[in-house]
């Protein structure tokens, strides 16, 4: 898994709380990703960042925040949770972006919003 | 919108028999790459496919390119039980955008 950690692996939390997922990895990619996986969506872009405090946004990234301080980690924060954001999250590191790289996913998170 | 669209959305077969799941595009590329997910796991990296290539081999996967039609193939033969999975393609943009997109993925049901 290159060195890609998610936590916690499992949360349950209620509509409205604020929730943050962590991904930290030890392999000092520049890249770091943000993927919500859903049936029959496959595998979609919430947010990235391509360096320390330089984020961009995903497809998807409404009701969605990321921080990214150090190189290492990267947080994901879902300001006020709702069921559609029930999901498995998956984070993903890229070594420098230059194209012909590939990504490495951590092991992912399973988020239920009741 | 997905970059990547594949097809079929699943597929079951036999152990020993060829497995081919496609992929289309709709944008202009750098590369393309493939990925499998076993149930509840993260992705993994197969194989990556340069824009200029048109077929490139790696054990027992084979995947082809064909940049005026923008689609792409992934051929597993001699299908193992082990095979059994989400395979995923993915595009790297030629504009460099620092994204990967993926497309929904093939399950593959390999049989004993």
């Not at chain 1, 990619?29 to 391509?50: A, F, N, T």
Request: hydrophobic letters at 25%; charged letters at 20%; one cysteine or more.
């Amino acid at each position: 898994d290159a060195g890609i950690t998610q936590s916690p692996r499992h949360k349950v939390t209620e509509t409205g709380t604020p929730v943050t997922l962590r991904c930290h990895q030890t392999e000092n990619h520049r890249y770091m990703y943000w993927y919500r996986q859903d049936p029959g969506h496959g595998l979609r872009l919430i947010h990235y960042s391509y360096g320390v405090k330089d984020t961009d946004k995903g497809e998807v990234s409404d009701g969605y925040s990321v921080s990214r301080s150090k190189t290492e980690d990267f947080l994901l924060t879902l300001e006020s949770a709702t069921s559609s954001q029930t999901s498995v999250y998956f984070c993903a590191t890229l070594p420098s972006g230059g194209g012909v790289e590939t990504q490495y996913f951590g092991p992912g998170t399973r988020l239920l919003v009741l | 919108s997905q970059q990547g669209e594949e097809d079929p959305q699943a597929l079951s077969i036999q152990e020993g028999e060829n497995a081919t799941m496609n992929c289309s595009y709709k944008t202009s590329i750098n590369n393309l790459q493939w990925y499998r997910q076993n149930s509840g796991r993260g992705l993994v990296h197969l194989i990556l496919i340069r824009s200029n290539e048109r077929e490139k081999h790696s054990g027992r996967l084979r995947v082809t390119l064909d940049t005026s039609k923008k689609s792409s193939s992934l051929l597993i033969t001699a299908s193992r039980a082990a095979d059994t999975a989400s395979y995923f393609c993915a595009t790297w943009g030629s504009s460099n955008t620092g994204k990967l997109i993926f497309g929904q993925g093939t399950t593959l049901q390999v049989k004993p």
